[in-house]
Every structure is written in structure tokens, then in C-alpha cells.
């Protein structure tokens, strides 16, 4: 009895799942497989039909969920041509609303992402610190081992990572906002998604996608978790500062705004993490918060950073990981969080 009620799931693991009309041809796919038991092996129906019911709605929801090609992905069988590690590659994102002239993104694909037809997969974009490149999270961040050791767990599933250029330049520091400094918030809210969607096939549901990245890279997520809720309603922040700077906080708000008026620090308390969040509330964001513990000057703003953002009714958790400010945190952060972020995001659901 167990050989012909492993050959019956197998045979409907196997039927592609189409998504213009899924629930007909798994419904189908079930009656056929049922009929032809109840006409064979009559006793074993009840023990059969339940079998071969679960097969056929784990098929259903993993084609609604990522649209993974086959039914036996769903029962943990992963095509057998999966490769054994994603891949990387790069790409040009224009600022084509925001003006921002950013330079080449590092876009990490996992192996599911080969499988045709493709998964819809999350995404997650990540920034780095400054000055940096974005080839500093796969070289000293290990990105892509990390995602591919996630992958190997999940039959090949993980996000697809998008690091993308939030500075412009080695050097430069726009501060992450739309100022004098150029658009930067923009390209990342506006620019960096709308690319994302058009050019990868990838998820266009706002709840799959997430933004994270290291101390500058960590103020910037946060940033754009609070004034892009919609875009980015989760956020990974590493060793981020409380607010964006570029020296003194007068000195900040003229670099962006051209002088330290009133109205220009209204206009940087309006795009300020710790000011929005005082004025605003967030229900429908989680972010997780890391900091290293001998980071004495980042580790109390991000402490600082996650108590307003709980204040602020956001779904929010912090860490503490051993070192300072530097990669000995950030890689290992990554590392920590994939699984939540993956889970936030919808990933495994």
C-alpha cells in the first residue's frame, strides 16, 4: 500500500502548477488521483485521500506564495538541476526620477532564482558604511557564503539581495536624503525598487521586501524604514548613528540645506529617525537592531534608535553581538537576522 501512495503523491509533485488557474488543476489533479483509488484500492481510500489532499495543498500554497515551478518543491524535493550556490551580479541603476548618480549595484541571486519557471522571491537591499562600495559586504561581509549557507537550509530559497550604492562616491556622505547633497533618499525609496522590479522577477508585494545595511548603511535604513513605510516595512539596522551627520548637527543641517536657519532645521527634523518616530506611529514595521558591544560610540545610539522605535509601535528587537565597529559585528549580524528577515518577509510562509 505505501509503494502505490508514494507513487500517486510523486505523480502529482510532478504536475506544474500554472498560476492563471492553479486551484482548477490542483482540485483536478486530486479528484483524478482520488478516483483512480477509490476504483483500485478501495479500503485504503480514507489514508490515500488524506495523503494525497496534503500533497496537492502544499503545491497550492507554494505556487501562491513564490510560484516555485513544481509541487515536489513544496514537499521539500528542490528540481534536481538546482545549482549548489547563487550567483552575483552587477548592474547599473539609474536615477531615473532622482537625478542620484549612484554607482554599479552588487546584486546577489540565490539558487532558486534559476529554477524556471522562477520563484517570486523577497527582496532585501542592503547599504554599506562610508566611505565604502558595495563589493564590501561580499569581500569583508562574506554576503554571499552567508546567503548561500541560508539557501542550503531552505531547498535553495533566500532573498534576493540587492546592495545598492546609497553614497554616490567612495568618500561622499549625501546623508541619506533628498538635500543639496542630491537625492539619495529618492534613488533608494524610488529608484532602487522600481529598477528591482522592472529588470529581476522578483516579489511585488510591498510586505516582501526589507532594507538593511552597516553604520552608515544602518542610519540610512532606518531612515528610509521612517519616511518609506510602504516601501520598506522591515529593516535591519547595524551599528547605525540616531540621525544622519556629516560633523556637528549645525554643521549637518547646512551641508544639506545650505545654512542653519530655522526652516532648515525643520526641514532636517523632518527626515530626522528620532524626530519622526517621536511624532509618528508604526505599527506595521519590524525592524531588528545590532550593535557591537564595545562600540562605544555607535552601541548607545542604536540602543537610543531602538527605544523609539518601540516607543513608536514598531515591532522591533535588539542585539548585542562581541567587537567594536567593524565587519567582526556587521558579517555576523547578517548572519543572525537572515532567518527573521526571510520570515518577515514571507520567504517560508
Not at 554616490?168 to 543639496?180: F, H, I, L, Q, V
Request: glycine share 8%.
Amino acid at each position: 500500500m505505501v509503494d502505490w501512495i508514494h507513487g500517486a503523491l510523486v505523480d502529482l509533485a510532478h504536475v506544474r502548477i500554472d498560476e492563471s488557474a492553479p486551484l482548477v488543476l490542483t482540485i483536478a489533479a486530486v479528484a483524478a488521483i482520488v478516483s483512480w483509488i477509490v476504483c483500485h484500492r478501495r479500503r485504503a481510500i480514507g489514508v490515500a485521500a488524506v495523503a494525497v489532499t496534503i500533497a496537492a495543498c502544499a503545491a497550492q500554497l507554494n505556487a501562491n506564495v513564490l510560484g516555485y515551478p513544481t509541487a515536489a518543491a513544496a514537499l521539500g524535493h528542490p528540481p534536481a538541476t538546482l545549482p549548489a550556490a547563487g550567483a552575483v551580479i552587477e548592474a547599473d541603476i539609474p536615477g531615473a526620477v532622482s537625478g542620484f548618480r549612484a554607482r554599479p549595484a552588487s546584486i546577489y541571486l540565490p539558487p532558486a532564482y534559476s529554477v524556471d519557471p522562477r520563484a517570486r522571491l523577497p527582496v532585501l537591499v542592503l547599504l554599506t558604511g562610508q566611505p565604502g562600495h558595495v563589493v564590501d559586504w561580499f569581500e569583508g561581509g562574506h554576503l554571499a557564503r552567508t546567503m548561500d549557507t541560508y539557501a542550503a537550509a531552505h531547498d535553495g530559497l533566500a532573498p534576493v539581495v540587492v546592495v545598492a550604492d546609497g553614497l554616490g562616491d567612495t568618500e561622499a556622505n549625501p546623508m541619506c536624503m533628498d538635500s543639496n547633497l542630491g537625492n539619495a533618499f529618492t534613488y533608494l525609496s524610488v529608484d532602487v525598487p522600481a529598477w528591482t522590479k522592472a529588470h529581476l522577477q522578483v516579489s511585488e508585494d510591498p510586505h516582501s521586501w526589507a532594507i538593511g545595511g552597516y553604520s552608515y548603511g544602518g542610519t540610512c535604513a532606518l531612515q528610509a524604514a521612517v519616511l518609506a513605510p510602504t516601501v520598506y516595512p522591515t529593516f535591519l539596522d547595524i551599528s547605525g548613528e540616531d540621525e544622519p551627520r556629516r560633523g556637528t548637527r549645525a554643521e549637518s543641517v547646512t551641508a544639506a540645506f545650505g545654512d542653519d536657519s530655522e526652516e532648515s532645521k525643520k526641514r532636517f527634523d523632518a527626515v530626522a529617525p528620532l524626530e519622526v518616530m517621536a511624532k509618528r506611529t508604526f505599527p506595521a514595521t519590524a525592524g531588528a537592531f545590532v550593535a557591537g558591544s564595545e562600540d562605544r560610540e555607535f552601541q548607545p545610539q542604536v540602543l537610543r534608535a531602538y527605544d523609539r522605535a518601540v516607543s513608536s509601535g514598531m515591532d522591533a528587537h535588539y542585539r548585542e553581538l562581541p567587537g567594536g565597529h567593524s565587519m567582526d559585528v556587521w558579517a555576523p549580524a547578517l548572519e543572525d537576522e537572515v532567518g527573521w528577515l526571510s520570515s518577515r518577509m514571507g520567504l517560508l510562509n
